[in-house]
């Protein structure tokens, strides 16, 4: 299957390259550009970003473009409850691939905090992000197969409320049965209410997903990245 032969919805963009760095580049370019513009007229700028290895050229791309990164906030759109030394740390891979070069400066308010659990550190997630100004100005998430995002999970009991749009929070705890971590996550909609934002994928299977997931955009329930099919939706793919 190729991104041509998907008849998207009005109003979604689609950007393909040949190779994951490729992609990479051309959605680096895109969010520098757009945060550039922000800050040109505001105080701040705030880059939510996603985990897993699909980013990660789009991280060294985008660590390297010529912004004023102390006035950039990057956000995690959501984190598995391990320590920052566990190999599934979305922090570790964020701090490693991205907030390194040009980007050191920017700072990184975390998802992640002391507690045994995320219901015990979801009172201080709450007020870490607290500052952030409203709507964020970039958005860039990932995609499961299950057509999962950030982690709005199909199996997940708290989905319900995390997919509310007039749920008021912006960060809830996720607790999917079909993942061995417990996981806290930013909401759909503070994810959705963004100035950008862009579905960043790679692969055949996820492409798969896609056609399943724009065939009944009504289930969000059952696909949440359903959610996010709407215009102004961006998505940058490469088939490898």
């Known amino acids: 299957m190729k991104m041509s032969e998907l008849h998207l919805p009005d109003g979604?963009?689609?950007?393909?390259?040949?190779?994951?760095?490729?992609?990479?580049?051309?959605?680096?370019?895109?969010?520098?550009?757009?945060?550039?513009?922000?800050?040109?007229?505001?105080?701040?700028?705030?880059?939510?970003?996603?985990?897993?290895?699909?980013?990660?050229?789009?991280?060294?791309?985008?660590?390297?473009?010529?912004?004023?990164?102390?006035?950039?906030?990057?956000?995690?759109?959501?984190e598995r409850w391990v320590p920052e030394d566990d190999p599934a740390s979305n922090t570790a891979l964020v701090k490693e691939h991205l907030l390194r070069d040009r980007a050191i400066g920017a700072r990184f308010l975390p998802l992640k905090h002391p507690g045994a659990t995320p219901e015990e550190g979801l009172a201080e997630a709450r007020r870490c992000l607290a500052g952030l100004i409203e709507p964020p100005d970039v958005v860039v998430l990932g995609m499961g197969n299950d057509g999962h995002t950030a982690s709005l999970f199909p199996d997940a009991p708290e989905l319900s409320a995390a997919m509310d749009p007039d749920n008021d929070e912006r960060?809830?705890?996720?607790?999917?049965?079909?993942?061995?971590?417990r996981r806290i996550t930013l909401t759909y909609r503070f994810l959705s209410s963004a100035r950008f934002v862009a579905l960043h994928l790679r692969g055949k299977d996820k492409l798969a997903t896609l056609q399943e997931a724009m065939a009944h955009t009504e289930g969000v329930m059952e696909m949440p990245v359903r959610g996010f099919l709407r215009p102004g939706l961006k998505i940058y793919w490469s088939p490898s």
């Open 12 to 78: 979604i963009e689609s950007h393909v390259g040949r190779t994951p760095n490729e992609v990479g580049e051309q959605l680096a370019d895109a969010v520098a550009g757009f945060l550039a513009e922000r800050l040109s007229s505001a105080p701040r700028a705030s880059l939510v970003v996603s985990g897993g290895s699909t980013p990660l050229p789009f991280f060294h791309a985008l660590c390297r473009k010529r912004l004023d990164w102390d006035r950039v906030d990057v956000v995690l759109a959501d």
């Open 171 to 181: 960060v809830v705890v996720a607790t999917p049965a079909s993942q061995p971590q």
